[in-house]
């Protein structure tokens, strides 16, 4: 996939099969097709984006989107001090392909389900897009602008820290609804790729 991605915490316990069924039917609303695998894990083409509050969606250039489970949520690495305790599962939702109509669709995508399913929405890295830094940590500057970015937006945002594959610890921020709400009516908007 070389679209954006997108976590959603559950804090919950359930059965995310369970979940990722009932979800279905709701996606039937204005997806088409909507095809399930034998892992669970959904496939869909968003054809009536107002059912998302996206009332001149067009479709043309839009990739399959997906909802899977997260297996690597919690995750031993990751900071969940931040929380009263640490999210029971995850869920991953993304698209096929990136560009801005893709990102605009899968934030209203994420957000219908963050409020469906009471979830927190990992971004999958810092809002201002850059990477981390050649030695696997992050550069202050990046830091300071995704912090002034994040603070600049009403709801609730949290630094999570993890490790990085080159032995440091960087940072993703996690937000709530109404944080994700506020961001997609930045003029800035983008999800992390």
Do not use: Q
């Not at 279905?24 to 009536?48: I, M, N, Q, S, Y």
């Amino acid at each position: 996939m070389s679209g954006p991605v997108v976590g959603l915490w559950l804090f919950e316990p359930c059965d995310v099969a369970d979940l990722l069924a009932g979800v279905v039917p709701w996606l039937e609303t204005f997806c088409e097709p909507v095809e399930t695998r034998a892992d669970g894990h959904v496939d869909f083409w968003v054809r009536d984006g107002s059912a998302l509050g996206l009332r001149d969606f067009d479709p043309t250039g839009v990739g399959v989107l997906f909802l899977s489970e997260d297996d690597g949520v919690p995750a031993e690495d990751e900071d969940y001090s931040a929380f009263c305790r640490p999210p029971v599962h995850g869920l991953v939702v993304g698209a096929a392909c990136s560009g801005a109509t893709n990102h605009v669709l899968l934030g209203h995508l994420t957000l219908a389900l963050a409020r469906r399913l009471g979830a927190l929405i990992d971004f999958d890295g810092l809002l201002n897009g850059h990477p981390i830094g050649g030695d696997g940590t992050g550069n202050e500057a990046v830091l300071a602008r995704a912090r002034a970015l994040a603070s600049a937006l009403p709801g609730r945002v949290t630094e999570v820290s993890y490790d990085t594959c080159g032995g440091g610890r960087w940072l993703r921020h996690v937000g709530d609804a109404e944080f994700l709400e506020a961001w997609l009516r930045h003029p800035d908007f983008h999800l992390i790729k």
